[in-house]
């Protein structure tokens, strides 16, 4: 792939190939944890769909190299590069990918400890998902929010979110995840922890 690509880039008029090969073989460093390659790669392939204006493309690029750059624990890059592919998907109208980016910024601000700025996003991200009726984008920002009330030791917040997800699947008819029926019990067994120790002493 290393050889396809390096091919494509002597090619005239290839620059939409040569991007989608470059862009595959940073997900192959990234796989193989070849961090400093997936990130030099990744960026290779986003400055050629910039230069075609590829839009989709640079919105498909921007999202590997903020992966690539959470996983460098380099949450600044992450942070600009995911805000400037938020922009980007609003210009293009894109909700669906909306809601997957305010939901990795939001992600990404819990990580510096900007809990606030974290639970904006993750509650942008719940509205279009509501509006787009997407159960999984309802339960990764209910999932987000309820993990920053446990943060602020809210397992009453923490519980009703996760509770408010799981009756979104029941009235779709849809099979809720296991972990979110897990993580509702275990939160339960929390909230409840306190009392029955209470009531032992």
């Not at 805000?83 to 210009?91: A, D, K, P, Q």
Request: with cysteine; net charge negative.
């Amino acid at each position: 792939y290393l050889r396809l690509a390096e091919e494509t880039e002597r090619m005239e008029g290839a620059q939409s190939l040569s991007a989608a090969v470059n862009h595959y073989v940073a997900l192959l460093y990234l796989a193989e944890g070849q961090l400093d390659e997936a990130r030099a790669t990744a960026q290779h392939a986003l400055r050629l769909r910039q230069t075609i204006e590829d839009k989709e493309g640079m919105a498909y690029g921007m999202a590997l190299l903020m992966a690539v750059a959470k996983r460098q624990h380099d949450e600044d890059t992450a942070i600009a590069v995911g805000t400037e592919r938020l922009e980007l998907l609003i210009s293009m109208k894109d909700d669906v990918g909306q809601m997957e980016a305010l939901a990795d910024l939001a992600h990404c601000q819990a990580t510096i400890g900007e809990f606030g700025a974290a639970r904006d996003l993750f509650e942008r991200s719940l509205e279009l998902a509501k509006a787009l009726e997407s159960l999984s984008g309802q339960l990764v920002a209910r999932w987000g929010l309820a993990d920053l009330a446990e943060i602020e030791q809210d397992y009453e917040t923490a519980m009703l979110v996760l509770s408010d997800s799981l009756h979104e699947f029941i009235a779709a008819n849809a099979a809720a995840p296991a972990p979110l029926r897990q993580r509702i019990h275990d939160l339960t067994e929390l909230r409840n922890q306190p009392a029955s120790e209470s009531g032992d002493a």
